[in-house]
Every structure is written in structure tokens, then in C-alpha cells.
């Protein structure tokens, strides 16, 4: 859950916070009258009465996508992760809010117009540029807006908690000598087979075992489902494409592919007019239709001293870094083309495309492929899509619907309401099973639109309530568990009665295994637990080693701790963890609000 928070901490608001601080809300002029976050959908969760709809969780999921956090292939995974990252994120902004914190329209147009993302060459705020980022990211500036709002507000709150706290001075150096601290010793692990005999388990520890821990062996409530998937993607695959149209696709997306660019600038004004200033160009034409090299041109006329030498060379650029005029030019051209004459604010240009910046055909054709395809089948797609509304909802069945609309009848196991996996585990699905239409009158399930690819329906083939296995059922699973328990027993008996007899002197076969100047960090194939417990241990007095024992998994390790040193001093290790504990410290304090939140929230997925 933290981990949410902590990402939402480095996104675009979150980095905002570092700029300064005003312009007017005039400058991103009228949005549409339907923001993102303020759209209508379907609900897949309600935080204290405040819905979350699938649209804003189909939106986190694009973006994280757009981000490159997260691969589209596990975008379906991703779904149920960024549905609670939602309900984390709508607690804190209520909180917040609830506690009056506040930022002005003046403070978020600062804000943004300083951010350097949304700035051009000269440092200074650009409408078009500011539109075509967020347009990449997924947002409208009045839905950044919002977000923006939301997170320099919970931003607000997570730092006040954050320097709530603080360490002192002695505490930062007893950390650092904790910290710096390394061990020798010697341990060895007991194993069940170091048992004179293994454990018995009789009914009676069956039993007691059984009701002690009679939670572990609850069935919830559960259900078999019958289900169908309508899913575009699968339909695409047995579309045909043909070559042709591959080619023609990949021809097509030359028009908008990153290009490497040179120019040929020459400026008028006081030095010489508009018209000598296209003269010269119109000579640069015909010397260039004569056969002399653009880049040998560009070092002889160009007045852009910064890429004359480099042939005019701007490198690659993409839509939205220039001017309206230059891009049209530049975009229209094909690999090795030069423009007409281009005017812009600084002069006129001849335009060169040396290069576009895109795979090959052969390494572009599975991607076409599935693009072309989608498109191909996306309106049988939609008719199928009202086919399966109109029959799930008149059919008695669920057989009848799959059968005509030639979809697979699926069958789930038993599922309860929050253990179903792959398609069933998604936002919205166990919620219709356990439905009161769907599990209480036996009809089939609403259309439930799992993505813009996929919808599901339906239908609860068989019901059991909730109920504890009896002992006879979960036998086999509750003898492990005690013969786990009780070899474990055995054998921190077994340890404490060896670790006895060498603090008594007596000398035991026991073969050690060394271990010199372990640090708290690790660094070495000895298990956490082991390194923990010889941490634990008092120090040695003179030459006599300290004994004791640690519970690592399913074995008993002993332990004889020989030396403490009190190793050397890292400034930069030491500053290091003295901001993790800091750090951890804050986290703590955040993740004890998140706690207290869910626990007096009304939350509803």
C-alpha cells in the first residue's frame, strides 16, 4: 500500500512541487464541457460515499502504460493494483481535505507555467507545448489541473507528517555505530533428521490443533460460474491482413514518424529584406537541383550559425517543438525530400528530411498486423457486443447466448468473493456473481465492459454458503501443519538443551560453520533470520563466545558469537541510513493514517 503512495509521490504533481510559484488561468483557455475525472462510468469502487469509476481506473492503467511503468502486456494485471492505488489516493484527498488544506488557481498556473517539460528553447511557457505533453500523458489541462490540485494537497500532507517527526543528535550517532557494527561467528543448523525420534502426532493434537486454528480451514462463500468472453483481440487474430495493406499502413505512418531533420536559414529585417532574403533561397533551389549537397549549402549560406557547421543537422525532432509553419514542411516530406521556402518568426528556411526515425517494415509487420486488424473487426466486434446485451438479457441460460453468438462457455471452480484469478479477478465481476440478480434470482449477469477489448456475462452454475471443513475433510493439510509445529518444538528444545551445555563448557562435536565480520547490511549467503538473531546476542566477554540460537524456516540454527567489532566509519553509508530512518520514520507515521482511514472508511468495490 505504501508502495502506491510512494509512486504517486514521484508523478507529474509530485515533481511539480519543486518549481516555484504565478500566471493566470487564462492561459489554457475553455475545456470541453465533460472533464476526465469528472465523467460519468460505471462504478467499480465508492470511498465514503465518493465513487470511483471505470473510466478514471481505465485512465491510471493508460498512463502508466503511456509512462512506460508498466508493459502492455500486463495491463490486465495491472488493474486491480491501480484500483486500490485509487482508493488509497481518494482516502488521503479526503483527509486533506477534511483538514482544510488548500492551493489557489494562482498557485497551480505558477506551478505549471515553471515547469520546464512545458517550456520552450527560451525558457518560457508554451500553450502548444503544454497541450501536446499532456495530450501524450493522457490528460486535458483542465483534468491536469485537477490532478495537479489533488496531489500538491496530499503532497501537502504526507509532508507535514514527514517532518512531524525528527531525530537527535546522540540518536543519529548510536545509529551510525549500530549501524557500522560487524560480527563474527559460528552457527550450525539442527535439522529433524538431528532428532534421536521424530514427533508423534496423536488425535489429540489433531484436534486441539484443529480448533485452535479452526479460522485457517473456513470456506468462504462460493460459487461456480458459468461465464463468456467477448474479446476483440481474439477476434483480430483470425482476421486476415493482407500484404498489401501492411505496406500501406507502414507507408502511412511515415507521415507522422520522428524524422531527423536539416535547414537552410536565411533572415531578413535590418540586414536585408524579405524579398533579397528569398532570392537567395530561390538560388539555393537551383543550385541544389543543379546537384550540389544541402550540407555544403547550409555551411556556406545558413544564417543559423549553431548548425551550419553540422550541415544545418537539428537532429530528430518530433511534433510539437517548432513552429506550426516548419512542422508542416518538415512532415510532409519524405526521407531525402527538401521543402519549398518556409516562413517562420526568425527567417526563412529550406527544409531537409535526412532520415525517419522508425523500425523497418519487417520489424513494424506483427504490430501493423494487430492494428489493422483491430480496426478490421472492431464494428463486427460492436454488433456482437449489443448481440450479447440484448440475448443475455432476455435468455433463461447462458448456454444459448455463447452458442449463438459462437463464444465459449467457460466454467470456473469454486470461487468466493475475493478469491477468483485471471478474468474473474477483475473490477466489477465477483461483485455481479454475488449480486442479488445473479446469485439470489438466477439470472444472467449485467454486460460487464472488463476493458475497451473485452465483456463478460455471467452466470452461477452452483452456490455454497460459508462454512468451517471439518476435520475429516482438511485432515491430511492440519497433520502436516502439526508435524511442522512439532518438529519445530523438537528441535529449539534440542537447541536450547546444546546451547546449555556449552555455556556450562562442556566441549559438543558439533560442526560450525565460520562466519567473519558480518555487517547488519548482509552481503552473504547467511539467511536474514540467522543475522538477526547473532545481532541479538549480548557481547563477549574476554575470550568466552556467547551462545544462543535462531529460527530460520524449518530449521533451528545454533550460534556462537565470538567477536563484535566496531568496524569502520562510512560517511556516506552512515548519511545514507540516517535518511532511511528518517525516511521509515514518515512512512511509518503515513501508513498508520492510511491504516486508521480503511479502518473507519466506508469502502464498497
Do not use: C
Not at 575470550?543 to 565470538?562: K, N, Q, S, T, W
Amino acid at each position: 500500500m505504501l508502495q502506491s503512495i510512494r509512486d504517486r509521490s514521484r508523478s507529474w504533481g509530485a515533481k511539480i512541487i519543486i518549481g516555484a510559484v504565478v500566471v493566470t488561468l487564462a492561459l489554457f483557455g475553455v475545456e470541453s464541457l465533460v472533464g476526465l475525472l469528472g465523467s460519468s462510468g460505471d462504478e467499480v469502487a465508492e470511498v465514503n460515499g465518493e465513487a470511483i469509476t471505470r473510466q478514471q481506473l481505465e485512465m491510471e492503467v493508460q498512463r502508466a502504460i503511456r509512462s512506460g511503468q508498466v508493459p502492455p502486456e500486463q495491463e490486465r494485471a495491472l488493474r486491480a493494483e491501480m484500483l486500490d492505488m485509487l482508493v488509497t489516493d481518494r482516502l488521503l484527498t479526503q483527509y486533506a481535505e477534511e483538514g482544510g488544506l488548500h492551493v489557489s488557481e494562482e498557485q497551480l498556473d505558477q506551478l505549471i507555467v515553471n515547469l520546464p517539460e512545458f517550456q520552450d528553447a527560451n525558457g518560457r511557457f508554451d500553450r502548444d507545448l503544454f497541450r501536446n505533453r499532456l495530450a501524450s500523458a493522457g490528460f486535458t489541462p483542465l483534468s491536469f489541473r485537477q490532478q495537479l490540485s489533488v496531489d500538491v494537497k496530499r503532497q501537502q500532507l504526507q509532508q507535514g507528517l514527514a517532518v512531524s517527526d525528527f531525530t537527535l543528535e546522540e540518536e543519529r550517532e548510536r545509529l551510525a555505530a549500530l549501524q557500522r557494527q560487524t560480527r563474527t561467528f559460528r552457527h550450525h543448523a539442527l535439522v529433524p533428521a538431528d532428532l534421536e525420534t521424530p514427533p508423534e502426532v496423536d488425535e489429540q493434537a489433531l484436534e486441539e490443533y484443529y480448533a485452535a486454528h479452526e479460522a485457517d480451514y473456513r470456506r468462504p462463500e462460493q460459487v461456480r460460474l458459468n461465464y463468456v468472453v467477448l474479446d476483440r483481440q481474439q477476434m483480430a487474430e483470425q482476421a486476415e491482413v493482407s500484404e498489401e495493406a501492411l505496406r500501406e499502413a507502414w507507408e502511412e505512418g511515415a507521415a507522422e514518424a520522428d524524422r531527423r531533420v536539416s535547414h537552410i536559414m536565411v533572415t531578413f529585417g535590418d540586414a536585408r529584406s524579405r524579398e533579397e532574403a528569398e532570392a537567395i533561397l530561390e538560388q539555393v533551389q537551383q543550385r541544389l537541383a543543379g546537384g550540389e549537397a544541402f550540407d555544403q549549402l547550409a555551411a556556406e549560406v545558413s544564417d543559423d550559425t549553431s548548425t551550419s557547421d553540422d550541415g544545418g543537422d537539428l537532429g530528430i525532432i518530433s511534433r510539437g517543438f517548432f513552429g506550426e509553419a516548419f512542422e508542416e514542411a518538415a512532415f510532409s516530406l519524405g526521407e531525402g525530400e527538401v521543402s519549398e521556402i518556409v516562413e517562420t518568426d526568425n527567417g526563412l528556411h529550406l527544409v531537409k528530411v535526412t532520415e525517419l526515425d522508425r523500425p523497418a517494415f519487417d520489424e513494424s509487420r506483427d504490430q501493423l498486423r494487430r492494428q489493422l486488424a483491430r480496426e478490421q473487426v472492431t464494428d463486427a466486434f460492436n454488433e456482437q457486443a449489443q448481440r450479447l446485451i440484448d440475448d443475455s438479457f432476455a435468455a433463461e441460460d447462458l448456454a444459448s447466448v455463447a452458442e449463438d453468438l459462437g463464444l465459449e462457455l467457460q466454467q470456473s471452480d469454486w470461487v468466493g468473493r475475493d478469491g477468483a484469478d485471471g478474468v474473474l479477478s477483475e473490477p466489477g465481476v465477483m461483485e455481479q456473481a454475488f449480486s442479488g440478480d445473479v446469485l439470489e434470482e438466477g439470472y444472467n449477469s449485467e454486460v460487464i465492459e472488463l476493458d475497451e477489448d473485452r465483456r463478460l456475462v455471467l452466470r452461477v452454475a452452483e452456490h455454497r454458503e460459508a462454512t468451517t471443513l471439518p476435520l475429516a475433510e482438511v485432515r491430511d493439510e492440519v497433520e502436516a501443519a502439526v508435524r511442522r509445529e512439532k518438529t519445530r518444538e523438537a528441535l529449539v528444545e534440542l537447541a536450547a538443551e546444546r546451547v546449555e551445555r556449552l555455556r556450562a563448557g562442556e566441549s559438543l562435536a558439533i560442526a560450525w560453520q565460520q562466519a567473519d565480520a558480518v555487517s547488519r547490511q548482509g552481503g552473504s549467503d547467511l539467511s536474514e533470520a540467522l543475522i538477526e538473531a547473532a545481532f541479538r546476542l549480548p557481547h563477549p566477554e574476554g575470550d568466552a563466545p556467547v551462545y544462543g540460537h535462531a529460527v530460520d524456516g524449518e530449521r533451528v540454527v545454533l550460534i556462537a558469537l565470538d567477536e563484535v567489532q566496531p568496524g569502520e566509519p562510512n560517511e556516506q553509508i552512515e548519511s545514507f541510513v540516517a535518511r532511511m530512518a528518517e525516511r521509515l520514520r514518515a512512512q511509518a507515521a503515513i501508513q498508520g493514517l492510511l491504516d486508521d482511514l480503511r479502518e473507519d472508511a466506508e469502502i464498497r468495490r
